[in-house]
Structure formats: structure tokens, C-alpha cells
């Protein structure tokens, strides 16, 4: 079914939010970067600490900014890689069966929800204890230890800031998923819906 027709099939409901759908997830797409980006310059930054300063500070500084800035260079590539071909089959099975679609894709977007909820959690205790590390590492004499507590709380605060925009991104989407009422083509939607037998 070509687009024109699938749009005049469908009902406004099922267009509003397929509308939704790509705008979450072109979204997603985009906000590789937000994580890409950082991610290189973390790379960049803890390479530069090895190759540039052998200071026991440096050396422990650079650990945990090299490891995060994998974290955040790898989560950006699968975002930017899987991205076009998850919207394509969701983009698809919208249009074979609407009310599956809702019930899969509100229980994953609820999902994501939650494991935002809980690594930004995550984030906040690895920053605290990063904090507390370079405090007990300066007042220790320390250096080592000092650096890494440094990079494990400048670290979880980025990724803590990336994660939240990401959150903040799903909250218009999933609210859309669970307004959606689920109708015929052709109808309106409005507060009608239907079970998978029709």
C-alpha cells in the first residue's frame, strides 16, 4: 500500500500517532550524536592524559574517562545504526495491527522509562562516590585514587545530563501511546476502540 493510500485508509488517531512514532524515534536517531560526540571527546581527553602526563593524578583520571567515553560512543553508533530499520518494522506493524503495536510499544517505552529512572539513579550514586573518592584522595595523599574518583564524577554527570535528555524525549511519546484509541479505518477514534478479533 503506498503512503497516500495507507493515509486515506487509516483513521486520524492511527496518523497521529504514526506521526509520533517517527518523530520519537528520527529523534533518537539524531540524539546519537549526543552521545557520540562526548563520547569521542571523553576518548580524546583520557588519551591525552596517558600520552601527555604521567602524573599518578593523570593516569588515574584517565581510567574511568577512557571507559565512559566507550560507553557513550558505543550507545550513540547502536542508536545511529539500529535506528532506521526499528522505526521501519514498528512503521509496519502500526499498519498491520494497530491495537498489538499499542500494547508492545507502550510496554516498551514504559520499560525505557524505567531503566532511565534507574541509571540515572546509578549516575548520581557513581558521581557521589566519585566525589568522595577525590575528597578522601586529596585529604589521603592519594593522587591515584584522587583522579579516579575526578573522572568517575565528571563522567557520571555527563552521562547523567545525556540520559536525562533522552528521558525527556520519550515523555511526549509514550503519553501519545497511551492516548491512543486504538479504531477502524476511516474513524475518527474518538474514545471507540476495538479488540484484535475485528
Do not use: N
Not at 500494547?103 to 566519585?130: N, S
Not at 584522587?146 to 557520571?156: C, D, F, H, N, T
Amino acid at each position: 500500500m503506498c503512503i497516500r493510500d495507507r493515509a486515506r485508509a487509516e483513521s486520524p488517531e492511527t496518523a497521529r500517532v504514526r506521526k509520533e512514532l517517527h518523530t520519537y524515534y528520527e529523534g533518537e536517531k539524531s540524539g546519537s550524536l549526543q552521545f557520540a560526540l562526548p563520547g569521542l571527546v571523553s576518548l580524546g581527553v583520557g588519551t591525552a592524559l596517558l600520552a601527555t602526563d604521567s602524573s599518578d593524578l593523570a593516569r588515574g583520571a584517565a581510567v574511568p574517562v577512557l571507559a565512559f567515553g566507550a560507553i557513550e560512543l558505543g550507545a550513540g553508533l547502536v542508536l545511529f545504526l539500529r535506528t532506521d530499520a526499528l522505526l521501519a518494522r514498528l512503521d509496519g506493524e502500526l499498519t498491520r495491527g494497530p491495537l498489538a503495536w499499542k500494547a508492545a510499544e507502550t510496554d516498551h517505552l514504559r520499560r525505557v522509562r524505567d531503566q532511565f529512572a534507574a541509571l540515572m539513579w546509578t549516575e548520581i550514586a557513581v558521581a557521589g562516590i566519585g566525589a568522595g573518592m577525590a575528597a578522601g584522595g586529596a585529604y589521603a595523599k592519594a593522587p591515584t585514587v584522587q583522579g579516579i574518583g575526578i573522572g568517575l564524577a565528571v563522567e557520571s554527570s555527563v552521562l547523567f545530563i545525556l540520559d536525562s535528555i533522552a528521558a525527556e524525549r520519550a515523555k511526549p511519546y509514550l503519553a501519545s501511546l497511551e492516548s491512543f484509541r486504538v479504531g477502524r479505518a476511516g474513524e475518527s477514534g474518538w474514545g471507540v476502540s476495538y479488540g484484535a478479533r475485528f
